[in-house]
C-alpha cells in the first residue's frame, strides 16, 4: 500500500512489492521455476503497475528501475539470489517473452 500511496517517489523496498507482487501472479499461473517466474514478473511489472493505477510514466520509470537495478543485482549476488536470475532475462535473449507492454518494450 505504501507504493501506491506514492508511486512516483517510491522506496527500493517499495518498487521490490511491486515486484513480489508480479512474481507471486506468475507463480498462481502455475510458473514454479524461480528464475524464469522472476523474468515474467520483470516483464510484466509495468503492466501490474498501471493496472493498480499508477500513472505510465511512473510505471516505466518503477519497472525499469527494479530490472536495471535490483535484478541485476540478483546475478552478482548469487547464492540463493541467483536463483531468481538469468542472463538470459533481458531483451532479445532467451526468456524474452516479446510483450507489446513489456517493461523493456519501446512504444
Known amino acids: 500500500m505504501s507504493y501506491l500511496a506514492h508511486p512516483d517517489r517510491a522506496t527500493d ?16 499461473r502455475g ?3 524461480e528464475a524464469l517466474t522472476e523474468c515474467e514478473a520483470v516483464q510484466r ?11 505510465a510514466g511512473t510505471a516505466k520509470r518503477n519497472a525499469l528501475d527494479y530490472y536495471n537495478i ?3 543485482l540478483r546475478g552478482k549476488i548469487g ?7 538469468s542472463d538470459q532475462c533481458a531483451p532479445g535473449k532467451a526468456m524474452d517473452e516479446h510483450l507489446s507492454d513489456s517493461t523493456w518494450a519501446t512504444p
Open 13 to 28: 523496498l517499495e518498487i521490490e512489492s511491486l515486484d513480489i507482487f508480479t512474481h507471486e501472479s506468475m507463480h498462481v
Open 31 to 33: 510458473e514454479m521455476n
Open 45 to 55: 511489472n509495468y503492466r501490474a503497475a498501471k493496472l493498480l493505477g499508477v500513472p
Open 70 to 72: 535490483t535484478y541485476q
Open 79 to 85: 547464492g540463493m539470489q541467483g536463483a531468481y536470475y
